[in-house]
């Protein structure tokens, strides 16, 4: 009886020690195939401007951040069984994703735009019927099944294959944010950026946010007070300035 007292009294520390870590540290879900917004390094560190929004928000909260690589589509699936708290990979805020995550305050609005290699298509119009290539389970896939319903849509589970697709001509025009676009066109000066910029506030209009389970509105209320902390003491906009100026 009393290795029992002793065992449970040590199962009971082990689970305090637990609790603790976990409320002491934030996992966060994030697709690291992306830049700027997330992208690993030679050395294999996830770095980019979501990484740093999210270890500045850790910072404020004094805690842990730790980063959970998955597949775009398989974020929202994974943040629902629990293997991570918390969601930050350019996510637009959308009314399907709402069904299923709560999204904080937008930390950043971008705009989608189309790229292709130079000189073949001069407006959206000459590509309605040729291969498109977008990410899965992103809003850009939504948008390409919805506006360009003729077209052949190519589903890719990461950001630089549908690039490397678009440069061997397996594609023949590539949709996605506007700043990861730009990323591309900065290592190859054949590829450029096709029509005008699309803004449908339908399936773009609402921003980027970190998504958590509706449940766990303590963990939303903590972020939504340090990201609106990190923009009023000008932290936000010196992370903005390291990768978009």
Known sequence: MKKLKVFLTLASLCVGGMAFAKEDTIRFGTNPEYPPFEF????GEVTGFDIDVANAICAELQKKCVYVAQSFDSLIPNLRLKRFD??????????ERQK????SD???LNPSVFVA???QFKS???FKTKDIGVLNGSTHQQYIK???TDA?????????????DLEIGRVNVVFGDEVVVAEFIKRNDKLEIVGEQVNDPEYFGNGLAIAVLPKNTELLAEINGALKKIKEDGRYQTIYEKWFK
């Open 117 to 119: 290699m130079a000189g």
């Open 40 to 43: 690993k390094t030679e050395s």
């Open 106 to 108: 937008p930390y950043y």
């Open 146 to 148: 919805s506006k360009f």
């Open 100 to 103: 299923h995550v709560t999204f």
């Open 152 to 164: 052949n849509i190519k589903n890719y589970p990461q950001y630089p294959n549908a690039m490397s």
């Open 124 to 126: 959206a119009d000459d």
């Open 86 to 95: 918390a969601i930050i990979s350019s996510m637009d805020i959308t009314e």
